[in-house]
């Protein structure tokens, strides 16, 4: 039986190989590290896949269709509809709107090309 410690340094090791790999050779990577460790599969699956490095997020590819001003108006009628879900509220907007711009609590204003 191994130590905590050269368990940890293996397993610090072999996440690097484990994630660079392509698929036909994560298993045989992984086959390995559970028979030297003597961990559970699904385990040693989590262990290796948390310690990679985390992938670079890329860059946005497109620009946004909405801005601040329309995400703030969404969030006040989404809490007035006591946080439904997006499929639920979306139906509902036509008549949440106007009734949140009459109560005062919601002020539109329409881009100028409308």
């Known amino acids: 039986m191994i130590s905590i410690q050269t368990r940890r ?3 610090l090791t072999l996440a690097g190989r484990y994630g660079a790999a392509c698929r036909p050779a994560k298993p045989r990577i992984l086959d390995e590290f559970v028979a030297t460790t003597g961990y559970a599969r699904k385990y040693a699956i989590s262990l290796l896949a948390e310690l990679q490095e985390p ?3 890329l860059p946005r590819q497109r620009p946004r ?4 001003d ?6 006040i009628a989404w809490a ?3 946080c439904i879900c997006a499929k639920r509220l979306v139906p509902f907007l036509p008549e949440l709107v106007p009734a949140l711009e009459r109560h005062g609590h919601l002020a539109l204003v329409l881009p100028t090309f409308w």
């Open 80 to 82: 007035a509809a006591n």
């Open 9 to 11: 340094e293996l397993a």
């Open 70 to 75: 329309v995400k703030g108006a969404l969030l």
């Open 65 to 68: 269709w909405y801005g601040d």
């Open 55 to 57: 992938a670079e997020r």
